[in-house]
């Protein structure tokens, strides 16, 4: 066991964890932040995205004891001041989920895309989500709302 | 549920330190970069080291740059880094177009282009893109620093010339005047391995091909290289027949097996034709800077 602190949404946490343990697993069986999920297992998925620093990534290839000393920022994040981001409205405006297994990873991708390129086209979208699987929708849904946060993120 | 088996961690402060922990541990140390090939490998058991040694700290091991006639990329560069940098751009449009088509974004924001050359896939892209540009790989331990051409770092699958108590630093790429360069692959879907894939560089000079690599990924070929085709190439036109020739002879020397991804004489039949496919569209772009993309 080794001792391991870091930021999660802005809260310092430190806990005894084994080497071995994955970052999507330290998050939600020893913080309890369920909002990110354990999929595949195998990176191919992306319901486990979350933000390590600044970058997205895929949280069942990361070692919890990885990220100590850096920062994660989680869906439990991306509302603020009791305001839903832009992505969330969009999600739920845009019917951009069925089950919602994917919607956690596919909101900080989506946040992460538009922070850095505001006005996507849908081809970039489409490359943005690459990496993580839908099963309901068919993606057309995810990608219509992902444009629509880009055009309405100014507006609360 | 896939987890690693129990492991011991450490994090290096400096390359030296790293160097001395690979030594005092060896051979049961790995290094852990972005972890997106070992870890994964650590799962299934494909690999149990006793004690990891994180270098993602060392972010004087993360850079891009032109010195003298040589691109160095160290070991730790992202792939989504080596992805957006126009210096690879301009002189290597071999390495975006791989790296478009390697796992998907959000694996390519973490994942190391020195950790995917260690792990020494069969199926790796970068290690037969590298094979084309003809790059050559930096290799420190604690006696001193080798180099290592990219054509002779894989002894095997997932084996490479590294010993237990070394590591992959950087890697450095030649740059010379006339030279084009492409990679195309076939994937049964976004972000998988190869089916088969294959990279060129064609350098030019009086009208003539004055050198060229070529790069096979998943097909079996040795090294990742196409020797034969390339010493076809070396002082003939690149005329159509000539790199239709090229592809036979790749198809015909390399040796691939069949699996999950597709039957042998299908990815022999994507060596011939990905093989001529990239070695038109290198020639392409010797001579018009940009070129047409891949298709």
């Keep these: 066991m080794m001792r391991l602190t870091v930021t999660v949404n802005g809260t310092e946490y430190s806990r005894e964890v084994e080497p071995r343990l994955l970052l999507i697993h330290f998050l939600r069986d020893d913080l309890g932040l369920t909002g990110s999920h354990w999929g595949c297992d195998t990176s191919n998925c992306g319901a486990c995205v979350v933000w390590l620093d600044e970058t997205p990534v895929k949280s069942c290839t990361v070692l919890a004891v990885m990220a100590a000393g850096r920062r994660i920022r989680t869906v439990e994040a991306l509302a603020t001041g009791g305001n839903l981001d832009p992505v969330q409205r969009a999600f739920a405006r845009c019917h951009g989920l069925q089950c919602g297994f994917c919607t956690p990873g596919m909101m900080l991708t989506a946040r992460w895309l538009l922070d850095h390129n505001p006005n996507p086209t849908e081809a970039e979208v489409r490359e943005a989500i690459s990496g993580q699987i839908c099963r309901c929708t068919g993606y057309e849904n995810i990608v219509r709302s992902v444009l629509w946060a880009a055009r309405n993120s100014g507006d609360q | ?295």
């Design chain 2, 1 to 295: 549920m896939q987890v690693p088996a129990h492991v011991e961690y450490d994090k290096a402060a400096s390359v030296e330190h790293a160097l001395t922990l690979l030594t005092r541990y060896a051979p049961e140390a790995r290094i852990l970069a972005g972890g997106h090939s070992l870890i994964p490998m650590m799962k299934l058991r494909l690999a149990q080291p006793e004690v990891l040694i994180d270098i993602n700290g060392l972010t004087d091991l993360c850079y891009i740059n032109l010195t003298g006639d040589q691109i160095r990329i160290g070991t730790l560069t992202r792939h989504a880094d080596l992805l957006k940098s126009p210096l690879i751009g301009v002189h290597f449009a071999i390495l975006h177009d791989a790296e478009r088509v390697i796992a998907d974004p959000i694996v390519r924001n973490w994942g190391s282009v020195g950790g995917s050359l260690c792990q020494a896939d069969p199926s790796e892209d970068l290690s037969a893109a590298f094979a084309a540009v003809k790059g050559t790989l930096v290799i420190r331990g604690l006696e001193g620093t080798r180099e290592v051409s990219a054509r002779e770092f894989h002894t095997g699958p997932y084996e490479t010339v590294v010993g237990a108590a070394e590591m992959l630093t950087e890697i450095r790429l030649p740059v010379r005047a006339g030279g084009g360069s492409a990679y195309l692959k076939v994937a049964r879907r976004a972000g998988d391995w190869p089916v088969g894939a294959a990279g060129a560089t064609v350098w030019l000079a009086g009208g003539v091909i004055a050198d060229v690599g070529i790069g096979l990924a998943a097909v079996g070929a040795t090294h990742f290289v196409a020797a034969d085709a390339e010493e076809y190439l070396r002082g003939r036109a690149p005329t159509e027949d000539n790199l239709q020739q090229a592809g036979e002879i790749a198809a015909a020397s390399c040796r691939p097996v069949s699996d999950q991804r597709g039957p042998a004489d299908y990815k022999r039949h994507l060596a011939r034709e990905l093989t001529a496919r990239v070695l038109r569209i290198a020639v392409a772009r010797t001579r018009g800077g940009g070129g047409r993309g891949p298709a």
